[in-house]
């Protein structure tokens, strides 16, 4: 049975820069069955995981990104996931401007005396997990280093859709409630402070799903110092709907 846990930062030492922004993680959302059955699907084809550079052009910058990744266009598997994940965050069903949620997409709202700008007017609902998957292989030495994740907008279909909310599925590691054990050791995915002073770890755990939101959150795949860390890596799409 998945266990959800929200990350609330108002009680972290990230407090400052990230309270009422969006993070939860999931215990034993995937079996390990299931997700041995997800590495299978990515393949062996790995090649060294890029940088957006322009457009759709990726560049290698091992010295910020040192890992290897693997892009499937899976439809099959991303409404899998949606289909089981999906109802264990009905909170993120649809963002709306006045709702608790309304800084993943935008400003949050102010009290209108306090001189700030209002939140965006538009609400957006869930409609799917993007069908473009990354499978992330990090060995012994690899990283990424501090950044936010940028959001995907498509347009080939007759409604546009945006991604806010990172879906990223932990395939391998010790079972949840385990501290660690000598298959895998470090590897954690960091939040931190725009300061680099604080930080939050959420370590990988076999079948455990970190999902959060993309605006301005801050966070980092620490390096693995041993063993081989595996994961898949997935967008919420959103499309605009009227308030």
């Given amino acids: 049975m998945p266990t959800v846990t929200p990350i609330d930062f108002s009680s972290t030492p990230l407090a400052s820069h990230y309270t009422g922004f969006y993070a939860t993680i999931i215990d034993d959302f995937l079996t390990p069955e299931e997700c041995a059955s997800f590495s299978t699907r990515a393949g062996e084809d790995w090649v060294p995981a ?50 608790p949620w ?10 209108s005396n306090s001189g700030m700008k209002k939140s965006q007017k538009a609400s957006w ?15 012994p030495g690899h990283y990424f280093k501090q950044h936010c994740d940028g959001l995907n907008e498509l347009t080939n279909g007759l409604v546009p859709q945006k991604s806010f909310v990172t879906l990223h599925v932990y395939l391998n590691g010790p079972p949840s409630g385990q501290q660690s054990d000598d298959s895998l050791v470090g590897g954690a995915t960091r939040f931190w402070t725009p300061d680099k002073k604080h930080h939050l770890d959420v370590e990988p755990r076999v079948g455990r799903v970190l999902v959060f939101q993309q605006r301005m959150l801050v966070h980092s795949g620490e390096e693995v110092l041993s063993g081989v860390k595996c994961t898949m890596r997935g967008d919420f799409m959103y499309e605009q709907v009227q308030s």
């Fill in 50 to 99: 890029g940088l957006m550079a322009h457009g759709a052009e990726q560049t290698v910058h091992s010295n910020f990104r040192n890992s290897d990744r693997i892009i499937r266009i899976d439809e099959e598997a991303a409404n899998m996931v949606y289909e089981k994940l999906a109802p264990l965050v009905p909170e993120l069903q649809l963002l709306t401007p006045d709702g």
């Fill in 102 to 111: 309304a800084g993943i997409t935008g400003k949050v709202p102010k009290d």
């Fill in 125 to 139: 609902k869930l409609v799917r997990v993007n069908l473009r998957l990354s499978f992330l292989r990090y060995g």
